[in-house]
């Protein structure tokens, strides 16, 4: 799955991106996410630092889906499959990234969302079409 650089440069500038999880029990779940950018054309990284029944939820069931704070610039939904790590270079990565932002900020894993669908959320003929 690729994001186009229109995409990538939406979800790098956005000051958000919102994200949309989901329990075992089909209860679902978004919240706001300052810190994600994407790592190439087929994974954004989102750090966990505040994330609660978002982590709960990743952990048991692991799939996301986001759109971009400010959709009218980006109107695209991306969903996939998540992986975490606790530790290694893609939190070491993550934490130093969460540190230059805010010093105090203690990033307990980074997320990385491996996106294999992409839908376009624009209002009009295409609103729900498959992208990719
Ligand atoms: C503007 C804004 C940016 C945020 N950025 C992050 C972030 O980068 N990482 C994070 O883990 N939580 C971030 N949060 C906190 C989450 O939105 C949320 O409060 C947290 O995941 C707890 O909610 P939950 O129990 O539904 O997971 C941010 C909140 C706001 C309002």
Same mark, same amino acid.
């Given at each position: 799955?690729?994001? /186009? @650089? ?14 949309? /999880?989901?329990? %075992?029990?089909?209860?679902?779940? *978004? $919240? &706001?996410?300052?810190? #994600? ?5 087929? %994974? ?9 029944? /978002? =982590? +709960? ?10 759109? $971009? ?12 499959? *998540? ?7 893609? =939190?070491?990565?993550?934490? @130093?990234? #969460?540190?230059? $932002?805010? !010093?105090?900020?203690?990033?307990? !894993? #980074? ?10 959320? @624009? &209002?009009? &003929?295409?609103?729900?079409? +498959?992208?990719?």
């Amino acid at each position: 799955m690729v994001l /186009t @650089q229109e995409m990538m440069d939406a979800i790098e500038k956005n000051n958000i991106v919102w994200l949309a /999880t989901a329990s %075992t029990d089909d209860v679902p779940n *978004v $919240v &706001p996410i300052g810190l #994600a950018r994407p790592l190439d054309s087929g %994974t954004v990284l989102l750090v966990a630092n505040f994330m609660n029944k /978002t =982590f +709960k939820n990743l952990k048991s069931n692991p799939k996301a889906s986001i759109a $971009v704070g400010n959709v009218s610039e980006c109107p695209y939904q991306f969903k996939g499959d *998540v992986e975490i790590y606790e530790s290694g270079k893609y =939190f070491d990565d993550a934490v @130093q990234w #969460a540190k230059s $932002v805010m !010093a105090q900020l203690n990033p307990k !894993a #980074a997320v990385l969302l491996k996106v294999n669908e992409i839908y376009s959320v @624009q &209002p009009g &003929p295409d609103a729900g079409k +498959k992208i990719e």
